[in-house]
Every structure is written in C-alpha cells, then in structure tokens.
C-alpha cells in the first residue's frame, strides 16, 4: 500500500510503493505526487499504484491482496516487529491466495503424536511401544514448551535433554532415546515443515559406561537348565542357548518352526518381524533331543512351550523377572548391576553364549550373523545341506 511522506529539499509529499519484479524481488518507487494536500497526496499516491501495477501485470483483486501481505511483511521486517510466529502467517496468507495448498500448524506434541500414529503400521509392536516410551520422555521434559511451534525446539534444547537422561542411564540408553527424537524432526523435514534436525549435529556418546552382556559358562548352562521349574522352562533355556533366540521369540515358538526331520528350526524374530527376516538354525543335539522328548502337537499352530506362550516379557509378572529368580536359584551370578537397574547378564546373555559357542567352534562370521538375524532373509537360502550340518556338529 503506497504511503506519503514529506522530503526535505522539495515543495511537495512525494509517494511511495512497491511493485513485484518477475524474479520475485520487490523494487521501491518514489515518485512526488505534485500536491502539498495530504489527502490529495495520498489520493495521488495511491492511483499511482494502481497504475504502476496494471503496467507490471499485477491488476486484479487477488494481485492487491497478494501485494499487501507482502508490503505489510516488509513494513513490519523494516520496523523490527517481524516475529516467526507472523512470518508463518504471512506465508500461510501467499499460499491461500495463490489457490496452493495450506500450511499445516504444528506444535511439537501434535507433530510427535501424529509421527507415532503414523509408525503404527509401520513398526512392530515392541518398537511402537519404544517409541512411545521416547515420545513421552521428551514432551515431559518439554514441558509446556510441547504445545509450541514445532520450529522452536534447537539443537540446544536437544543437548539439554539428553544431558538430564544421564542420571541413573547408560550412554546406549541416552543414544536411543536421542535417536528417536531425531526420527520424529527428521520426518518433520521430510514433510516440509522444519527446514532442519535439530538432532542432527549431536554426535552419539560414547559407550564407556554401558553394560557389557558377558555369556555363560557351559558350568552355568548346565546350573540354569537343572534349575529350571518346569519342562517348558528348560526347553526354553535349551532353545535360547543353541539357537541365540531373545527370550520372547524362544516362549513364542510353535511347533510349525520345528523340522525335526530336517534338523532345522525356522522363525521370523520379533525384532526384525516388519522386514520378514527369517532365521533358520540347525538343531544341535541337545535341542533336538528335548524336542522330541517333549510333548508334539499336531496343530502346527499350537506353541512348543504352552505355559509360557502368553506371559509377556517385561512386567513384574514378566518372563524376564522369571529368568532372573531361576538365575538366582541356580546360584548364577547377574554380573554387575548398573545405575540404571541392569545387569551385566539375563536371559539376553544365552545369545552372546550361542555366538561365542559358535565362534569357539570355528564358524564362519556371516553364518553366524546368519543365524543371529543379522542379515536379511535371502541370504539364508545360500546355505547348503551340508553346512547346516556341519553347523549343527559345531554347537556340543
């Protein structure tokens, strides 16, 4: 909108507007309106602008309410006076007008709550529930500042929150946490609604202080198996050790995955459920010979460790506060117990029994992988016959 103003060295108010460049730029036009009447100044002012635009191809109603935001942003840049939250105003009118599509406000809970929606089709149950666990972390650290723009949270709010997750966590455990909060930025860039991460520029910390998971003896084993409750529990604990399974897939497995004529046991992990990673292990003796001592059912369907097949994991009642009393019947000892409540050992430690088995036994590092989960499902079918055989003499 043209304004009118007085010059020193000239008789009369001189007049001032914009007019849009074709290369997006705006140039300022002076010109003196030959009267020293105010209002006939601007008056004048103002159908030289009218003019100057139906020259420059900007006449028409939307032309002026487009060119008014954009000379109301400048007027407030000039003054000082334009905040971020008025820029996305501004820009949400350009978009409007020009007929594009509206900009989407969100403040940092609504975002995090429609990331997560989002992942629920995307992840398993356990990461979702992670993820969950993250996001709630973060926007309770936030604090109020979780109901403002998206925008507003930096790198340095980043750094502070990591920085108070420290007391009584492991650096792995910040790590996660951290990189979680990034995924739920980064898909806020991906979308064109930040312009960056402010998770980005943080390095991860270093591991110093994070529980190494040392494996078991075969003293150990042999302690955890007799201590067992019950026939379902030892078959878990054989399975977790010659097959390095997590607790949940070992109490999960139905009878389905077993190929005792093949000597072979075939699972999709949890973990790795949403990418199809099959897993196929060789049957070491142990294994199989609690297998087939075990009660069989016919229903493929039906679970090789009934009693505890629906027993979550985690939870006071869970299948890992189990393991550790049979642990402590047993008198084998948890390892160190870290600030954050973990332990050096658990059920997790028969996995890293499993691979140093394996390694001990001369096995190959890619079939090891293999066999862990560590590598995608096409890469199972290059195993042959005969080194599955082998595999299953290696682990004694």
């Given at each position: 909108m043209?304004?009118?103003?007085?010059r020193s060295?000239?008789?009369?108010?001189?007049?001032?507007?914009?007019?849009?460049?074709?290369?997006?730029?705006?140039?300022k036009?002076?010109?003196?309106?030959?009267?020293?009447?105010y209002?006939e100044?601007?008056?004048?002012?103002?159908?030289?602008?009218?003019?100057?635009?139906r020259?420059?191809?900007?006449?028409?109603?939307?032309?002026?309410?487009?060119?008014?935001?954009?000379?109301?942003?400048?007027?407030?840049?000039?003054?000082?006076?334009?905040t971020?939250?008025?820029?996305?105003?501004?820009?949400?009118e350009l978009?409007?007008?020009?007929?594009?599509?509206?900009?989407?406000e969100?403040?940092?809970?609504?975002?995090?709550?429609?990331?997560?929606r989002?992942?629920?089709?995307?992840v398993?149950?356990?990461?979702?529930?992670?993820?969950?666990?993250?996001?709630?972390?973060?926007?309770?650290w936030?604090?109020?500042?979780?109901?403002?723009?998206?925008?507003?949270?930096?790198?340095?709010?980043?750094?502070?929150?990591?920085?108070?997750?420290?007391?009584?966590?492991?650096?792995?455990?910040?790590?996660?946490?951290?990189?979680?909060?990034?995924?739920?930025?980064?898909?806020?860039?991906?979308?064109?609604?930040?312009?960056?991460?402010?998770?980005?520029?943080?390095?991860?910390?270093?591991?110093?202080?994070?529980?190494?998971?040392?494996?078991?003896?075969?003293?150990?084993v042999?302690?955890?198996?007799?201590?067992a409750?019950?026939?379902?529990?030892?078959?878990?604990?054989?399975?977790?050790v010659?097959?390095g399974?997590?607790?949940?897939?070992?109490?999960?497995?139905?009878w389905?995955?077993?190929?005792?004529?093949?000597?072979?046991?075939?699972?999709?992990?949890?973990?790795?459920?949403?990418?199809?990673?099959?897993?196929?292990?060789?049957?070491?003796?142990?294994?199989?010979?609690?297998?087939?001592?075990?009660?069989i059912?016919?229903?493929?369907?039906?679970?090789?460790?009934?009693?505890?097949?629906?027993?979550?994991?985690?939870?006071?009642?869970?299948?890992?506060?189990?393991?550790?009393?049979?642990?402590?019947?047993?008198?084998?000892?948890?390892?160190?117990?870290?600030?954050?409540?973990?332990?050096?050992?658990?059920?997790?430690?028969?996995?890293?029994?499993?691979?140093?088995?394996?390694?001990?036994?001369?096995?190959?590092p890619?079939?090891?992988?293999?066999?862990t989960?560590?590598?995608?499902?096409?890469?199972?079918?290059l195993?042959?016959?005969?080194?599955?055989?082998?595999?299953?003499?290696a682990?004694k």
């Amino acid at each position: 909108m043209a304004s009118v103003y007085s010059r020193s060295g000239t008789k009369f108010l001189e007049a001032a507007f914009y007019i849009s460049q074709s290369d997006g730029t705006s140039k300022k036009v002076r010109r003196s309106t030959g009267t020293t009447n105010y209002r006939e100044a601007k008056r004048r002012a103002e159908k030289m602008e009218a003019e100057a635009r139906r020259a420059a191809g900007l006449s028409g109603e939307k032309a002026n309410a487009i060119h008014a935001v954009v000379v109301k942003a400048g007027e407030d840049a000039a003054k000082e006076r334009l905040t971020l939250a008025k820029a996305r105003r501004y820009i949400a009118e350009l978009l409007q007008l020009s007929g594009g599509e509206e900009i989407s406000e969100f403040t940092v809970r609504s975002w995090a709550d429609e990331w997560l929606r989002r992942k629920r089709d995307q992840v398993s149950k356990a990461t979702l529930a992670r993820y969950e666990g993250s996001r709630r972390s973060f926007l309770s650290w936030l604090g109020p500042r979780a109901d403002k723009p998206l925008e507003t949270v930096t790198t340095t709010h980043l750094r502070q929150y990591r920085s108070s997750l420290r007391e009584g966590r492991t650096a792995r455990t910040c790590n996660a946490y951290v990189k979680d909060v990034s995924s739920i930025f980064g898909a806020a860039v991906d979308e064109g609604l930040i312009l960056s991460n402010p998770a980005k520029p943080l390095k991860a910390l270093p591991l110093t202080d994070s529980t190494d998971r040392l494996p078991f003896t075969p003293r150990e084993v042999q302690r955890l198996i007799e201590g067992a409750p019950s026939d379902d529990w030892r078959g878990v604990i054989i399975t977790g050790v010659y097959t390095g399974l997590r607790l949940g897939d070992c109490a999960g497995i139905a009878w389905g995955n077993v190929d005792l004529s093949a000597g072979t046991l075939t699972v999709v992990p949890k973990k790795t459920q949403r990418k199809r990673v099959e897993v196929r292990i060789p049957l070491a003796t142990p294994l199989r010979e609690f297998l087939e001592s075990h009660p069989i059912a016919d229903d493929p369907k039906a679970p090789v460790f009934p009693s505890l097949h629906e027993i979550p994991v985690s939870g006071n009642s869970g299948l890992s506060i189990a393991f550790g009393r049979i642990m402590d019947t047993a008198d084998v000892s948890r390892g160190e117990r870290h600030a954050s409540g973990m332990h050096q050992r658990g059920f997790h430690a028969l996995r890293h029994t499993f691979t140093s088995w394996l390694a001990n036994a001369g096995v190959a590092p890619e079939l090891r992988q293999a066999m862990t989960g560590h590598l995608d499902s096409d890469a199972h079918k290059l195993y042959t016959h005969h080194e599955l055989a082998t595999l299953g003499g290696a682990k004694k």
